[in-house]
């Protein structure tokens, strides 16, 4: 789960192809952490489909455009 934990800020949308690249773990090892995240809010499903589904880490898009905005975090 960590691996997933650090690779979000370069993917702050992310599919299961996209985090099993990020990560070099398998599509169990991060269907499990993807669940986990999923469970504790801080990956939001993005879409509803079975297959090619998405999630988002929720609030770090907010962040990165207040950043770019020049806004300070928190």
């Given at each position: 789960m960590?691996?997933?934990i650090e690779a979000l800020p370069a993917h702050p949308v992310i599919s299961t192809a996209a985090?099993?690249?990020?990560t070099g773990r398998t599509?169990?090892?991060v269907?499990?952490?993807?669940?986990q995240l999923e469970g504790a809010g801080v990956l939001i499903p993005v879409s509803t489909s079975k297959r090619n589904r998405l999630w988002e880490a929720s609030g770090?898009?907010?962040l990165v455009e207040g950043l770019d905005a020049g806004r300070p975090p928190g």
């Open positions: 960590r691996l997933l985090a099993v690249a990020a599509k169990a090892a269907h499990g952490a993807v669940a770090l898009l907010d």
